[in-house]
């Protein structure tokens, strides 16, 4: 089965994911869990030095990089050579380069970087231990105030912080869009709305890659400039329209399939549940719903998507990772029949349920 057909069989999505269930022994293997903090810090310091910038498309040899970068011969090869053994540069022959993931997204001028967002949001998770042992005894997120206001939903009155998150959400939802365009048979649909779509970067790649659908994003009343631009800029402006909106008080924009992707996991599962039953009075008869998030794995074992589901938590009063099962639970419980499963890019997992 290749990445882009749906798995129909809940093992083989199991076996997709990395798991990490195995028991420590070797002291080094447990002194290196609680140093891990330090992987954060060879990316931080290679952007405080600009080193993917300077490198940019090209290539150079360590002594001629560290020279530009000011690093110091004690520590520099080390450093450089650290960076190549995660996976942010690749090292041939004495030269270094940016790997193809650190020229998609840790570049400045690329449509895709969130090293701005990376920085934002380990910003406002902290890094005090108090702030998560909160959490854990509390159930509060970092810097909770009352009404559940966390420092997190300041992006959306800051330009400049919002200008990073979208270029960040952008990153996740084109990875996602392009295989979510070949997965799903979309000519059995002439329509479709993307709820909490944001300016519009999957839609646009759906429209893009199928020029008979048209397509309603519903967001903020905030984001309607944002859509106006990209949709413009990718030539789509035509088949897709934006509502400015509080989906839980508006009608879903009515549509042969309805898209709720990475929505899910701000909301308590009251909210949850509320959100698909809007969905299926949406969906015309016969049509489908796609819930697409960071879920965890059904047996919990994948520790990268359940560390982010704490981290979700910690920067957000409702926020929290959900799985597949839990998530077919409530698409049966709002009417729809759940069809597949499928792993999608960006740690993302989705559910498709038709209205029955």
């Keep these: 089965m290749t990445s882009t057909e749906f798995e129909t069989d809940g093992a083989a999505l199991r076996r997709s994911r990395r798991t990490g269930e195995q028991p420590l022994e070797d002291p080094f293997d447990v002194m290196f869990v609680g140093w891990s903090f330090f992987r954060s810090k060879l990316l931080t310091a290679a952007m405080e030095l600009r080193v993917f910038s300077i490198l940019g498309e090209g290539s150079l040899e360590g002594a001629e990089l560290a020279g530009r970068t000011g690093l110091h011969p004690r520590a520099g090869q080390v450093f450089l050579d650290a960076l190549a053994a995660v996976g942010l540069l690749v090292r041939q022959d004495g030269r270094y380069r940016n790997s193809p993931g650190t020229l998609r997204h840790l570049l400045p001028d690329r449509d895709g970087f969130v090293g701005g967002f990376l920085r934002m949001t380990t910003e406002l998770m902290g890094s005090d231990q108090e702030s998560f042992t909160g959490l854990l005894r509390g159930g509060t997120a970092r810097g909770q105030g009352a009404g559940g206001e966390v420092p997190f939903t300041k992006i959306f009155h800051d330009p400049e912080r919002l200008r990073q998150f979208l270029s960040a959400m952008d990153s996740f939802s084109g990875a996602v869009g392009a ?82 992707g990475s929505v899910l996991h701000d909301w308590p599962m009251e909210q949850r549940t509320t959100l698909l039953r809007k969905a299926y009075d949406a969906v015309h ?57 499928v792993r999608l890019p960006a740690l993302t997992t989705a559910v498709v349920g038709r209205k029955i």
Aim: aromatic share 8%.
């Design 285 to 341: 008869d016969g049509g489908w719903v796609i819930v697409y998030d960071t879920m965890l794995d059904d047996e919990r074992r994948d520790p990268d998507s359940l560390m982010l589901s704490l981290i979700m938590m910690l920067q957000s009063a409702q926020a929290g990772g959900f799985t597949p099962a839990e998530c077919g639970v409530w698409m049966t419980d709002a009417g729809f029949a759940v069809e597949r499963t």
């Design 179 to 260: 295989e979510l365009a070949e997965v799903f048979d979309w000519s059995r649909v002439a329509s479709f709305s993307d709820v909490g779509g944001a300016r519009g970067n999957l839609a646009a790649h759906l429209a893009a890659a199928h020029p008979g659908l048209t397509g309603t994003v519903l967001d903020r009343p905030s984001m309607a400039e944002h859509f106006d631009r990209l949709v413009s800029e990718r030539g789509v402006g035509e088949r897709l329209r934006f509502v400015g909106a509080d989906f839980f008080q508006a009608e879903l924009p009515r549509a042969d399939v309805v898209i709720l």
